[in-house]
Structure formats: C-alpha cells, structure tokens
C-alpha cells in the first residue's frame, strides 16, 4: 500500500509535469505576455503599407521621379508585414521549440481556419473601387502554403528559405510567360473578388505567379520570418544580431545588384529590350517593377526593385525587416525596463492590423476618385488616418481587448486547435 502523503505528492508532480508541457506548447498567451517590440513592428508595417497607399510614390514628371515615399516604403513595408506573419506562425507554434503531434495538427488546423477568415475579409473587400494592391487574400494564402513547415526547427527553416530565395524568382521567371501567353491569360488584373472562385485557373495564376504579391515567391517571407521567430526573441543578444545581419544582407543585396545593373551592363540591356528610349525603367527599378512584363531577358533576376520578386529583391527587403524587426525589439527591451510605455499605441495598432488595414481600404474606396475634401491634403488624409489608428490602437491595447475582425479570426484559431478530452 502506498503511503497516503507520496500518493499526494506523486499525484502533484504528475500535476506539475502536465502543467509544464502545456505552458511550454501552450499557444495561448494573454495580452501582457505579447512581444511589444513584434506588434510594434506590425504596427511599423501598417503604417508604411498606408503611406504607400495615400502618397504618389512617383511625381508627375515624364520621367516619374520617385518621391520620398516610395524610396523609403515601396516594397519594405509589405515585406516587413510578410515576414511578421512569419514570426507570429512561430510564436504561436511553440517558439524556440516546435509543436510535435496532436498538438502541431490542432494548431495547423486553427491557423487554416483563421486563413480563410482572413481570405474572406480580402475577397469581400476586393471589389472595392480603390487604386491599391490588396494583400489580404495573398496573405491567406500563405498561411495556407506554410503549414507544411509549422513543425520545423530554425536550422531547418533556414536551409529552406535561402533554397527558396534562390529558386523561386528563377521558376517564376520562366512560368510568368507560359501563364500570360495562355486563353485568357492567368492574370487577373484587379483585386481577387468573390466572383474570381469561378475561374480558378486564373484565380490561382494570379495569386501564386502574375499578381502583385506572387505568393510563389512571397512563401520565402513567411520562412524567414518563421526562422526568426524560433530564435530566442526575449534574449539580449537576438535582437542585436537580427538588426546587423538583416542591416548586412540589406546593403549586400542592394549593393550587388548596382553592380550587376549599372557596373555591367544589367539596365542598359533591359531598356534596349523594351524598344523605348524613353521608357523610365531607372525610377521603377527604384520603387516599383509590379505591373512591368519581366520576360525576355535574364537581367531581370538581376534586379533589386521593389515588387520584382527577385533573389536580390528577397534579400533586401527580408534583410531590411529583420533589422527592423531587430530594433523593435530593442526598443521594447528598453520600455520594459524604463517602465515608460511609448510604444503603446503602435504595439495597439499592430495588434489589430486585420481591423485597421480593412478600415483604411474603406476610407480611400470612399475617396477615391472624389477632390479632396475643402481644407484637406494628402498629407492631412494620411496623418488623419494614422493619429486615429495610434489612439484606438493604444486603447484597445490598454484594455488588452482585441480589434473586431481579431476577435473573427481568433475564435476560428481557437475552433480549428479545439481537442476534446479523450475518456480513459
């Protein structure tokens, strides 16, 4: 017979070691244990996206002279806000160890179903008569292409990416051409809409291949993101590394393509290719290729431009995300310890970017293709924008509640991870 006092404390152990197993694979976390420095990254993101969406990235010139805005954020932000998705697969998969088992199925299962809470959103939205790129069903669908790669550790998930980084431009460029030469081409031309499931082909086509976010080569992102987040963000020593090596693969990339563009020859090809002297491919070579026909010549891969999705494209914009993501961090570091939280509202803003990005799309549908209101400029319609978003952002995460269209896709993460208890 056993002892009633170690029966107790058998029972208490095995107690203990249930309860250690769950908070280490748990993937519920309460509003204070967030990392202030990745929603405020998100936050960062959000507001580059915006900043692209209300300012002209080019002047008006003949030559489209890039302005200010789209040197600056063209390409960056949507990256950033790719390789956050990426990081926040990891943090709620396990971290720095990833879900085995029935754990990792439950939690591929939630993220599936918050996917197409997200692809509803961006299908629902997308006939929205607006002049800018919608990413929502792109991002659906990346979560979607990542599920295979939820259970891998770091080392792992960054042979995969540098393998798809280097690959994945080069199969693009020669798919593209097959695909816009079909009847009709796979290209959409719009934002993905309900009305496009009834053409698949080109529905798929354009999301994975011709579209403004090719997810062929955007899964890239979510890979380095979940790198990242199987690394010990909490540490000291991690955001100092994410903010030299991205700040080193940045520069390298952009670097090497100068090289290989103006040093070599890559431009001057590329325009004689196009048969029109006057056709300014150095300003979108700065600030945008989407929309430009990237066939004919292998220069191409050459290129670093924003939205080229190419290798050296990959790199920058990954490398200037995770230095970005680095020094979040570190500021996040830094409040903790000063206790003084001045990145509330933009942690608030990037905890809710689902709600607020769906919002600011409806405000400029609403403007778009309206004069500005009397009094109003382009800048007042962005800082309008973005102070409001800053103040609710900051409230909701004062109050730790979350954003409406969060709470959507959270109850269908929670529905997807649900396992009933087993009877023994």
């Known amino acids: ?22 908070g280490a694979g748990s993937t519920t976390t309460s509003p204070g244990s967030r990392l202030s420095g990745i929603d405020a990254a998100r936050g960062l993101a959000l507001l580059g996206m915006m900043a ?26 949507s990256a950033l806000f790719a390789v956050l998705a990426g990081i926040g697969l990891a943090l709620s998969t396990g971290k720095q160890r990833p879900l085995k088992g029935p754990q990792l199925g439950a939690a591929r ?16 939205i997308g006939g929205l008569e607006v002049n800018i790129a919608i990413i929502l069903v792109h991002y659906a669908v990346l979560f979607l292409c990542v599920l295979p790669f939820l259970g891998l550790d770091v080392k792992h998930l960054l042979v995969l990416a540098a393998g798809w980084v280097l690959v994945s ?5 020669l798919l593209r051409p097959w695909l816009l030469a079909a009847e009709p081409p796979l290209q959409l031309g719009h934002n993905p809409k309900w009305e496009d499931l009834s053409t698949p082909a080109v529905l798929l086509g ?21 790198a990242i987040g199987r690394l010990a963000l909490t540490s000291a020593v991690v955001p100092v590394l994410l903010l030299a090596v991205g700040t080193v ?13 103006e040093d070599l020859g890559g431009r001057a090809a590329l325009q004689a290719s196009l048969l029109n002297p006057s056709y300014p491919l150095a300003s979108l070579l700065q600030v945008n290729l989407a929309g430009v026909n990237q066939t004919g010549s292998a220069w191409w891969l050459a290129s670093s431009a924003p939205h080229s999705g190419t290798t050296l494209d990959l790199l920058h914009t990954s490398g200037v995300a995770a230095a970005a993501v680095g020094v979040c961090l570190l500021l996040g570091r830094l409040v903790q310890r000063t206790g003084l939280d001045v990145l509330l509202p933009l942690r608030g803003a990037g905890a809710m970017t689902l709600s607020f990005y769906t919002a600011h799309l409806c405000v400029m549908a609403a403007l778009y293709g309206q004069p500005l209101p009397s009094g109003w400029t382009v800048e007042g319609i962005y800082w309008a924008q973005a102070v409001a978003i800053l103040i609710l952002g900051g409230i909701f995460a004062a109050l730790a509640w979350r954003g409406p269209l969060e709470w959507v896709a959270h109850a269908a993460n929670q529905l997807g991870r649900y396992q009933p208890a087993r009877i023994r």
């Open 109 to 124: 299962r939630g993220i599936a179903l918050r996917a197409l809470v997200v692809g509803a959103v961006g299908l629902s």
């Open 206 to 226: 354009d999301l994975f291949l011709t579209g403004y976010y090719p997810v062929l080569q955007w899964i890239a992102y979510l890979l380095i993101g979940l």
């Open 169 to 173: 431009p080069a199969l693009a460029f």
């Open 249 to 261: 693969v940045a520069v390298l990339a952009k670097w090497f393509s100068v090289v290989m563009m």
């Open 52 to 77: 692209t969406h209300v300012f002209p990235t080019f002047e008006s010139d003949a030559q489209l002279t890039p302005t200010w805005v789209g040197l600056v954020f063209s390409g960056r932000a």
């Open 1 to 22: 017979m056993t002892p009633r006092g170690t029966a107790s404390s058998a029972r208490t152990a095995r107690g203990r070691g249930r309860a250690g197993r769950k």
